[in-house]
Nanobody, 119 residues
Framework: QVQVVESGGGLVQAGASLRLSCTASGLSFNSYTMGWFRQAPGKEREFVARITESEDRASVAESVKGRFTIARDNVKDELYLQMDSLKPEDTAVYYC????????????WGQGTQVTVSS
């Protein structure tokens, strides 16, 4: 049984930093492209960042470029999202997706972690 768990969300002020983590069990972690997505109230889920299986390619959405960094540790089986210079518009539930396909689809999802940025 595959389990995906995100952590690290919280309430911060604009300009602060947060680091999200995602752990997964029940699968071969280093076999999957992984990513972070977010969904704000009343909006569609949107792509934030992705990273390939072997960490050789990573990309982030234009809206977070220069502020967010995605990384993974295939020894610890963990995925990270370092979020710096947070803005109120970054407020959303952030989801870890494993086994990405299409633009915002993944084979496995976590339950999400709330990030709230106050102005």
């Amino acid at each position: 049984q595959v389990q995906v768990v995100e952590s690290g969300g919280g309430l911060v002020q604009a300009g602060a930093s947060l680091r999200l983590s995602c752990t997964a069990s029940g699968l071969s972690f280093n076999s999957y492209t992984m990513g972070w997505f977010r969904q704000a109230p009343g909006k569609e889920r949107e792509f934030v960042a992705r990273i390939t299986e072997s960490e050789d390619r990573a990309s982030v959405a234009e809206s977070v470029k220069g502020r967010f960094t995605i990384a993974r540790d295939n020894v610890k089986d963990e995925l990270y999202l370092q979020m710096d210079s947070l803005k109120p518009e970054d407020t959303a539930v952030y989801y870890c997706g494993i086994g990405l396909f299409a633009t915002t689809q993944a084979r496995y999802w976590g339950q999400g972690t709330q990030v709230t940025v106050s102005s």
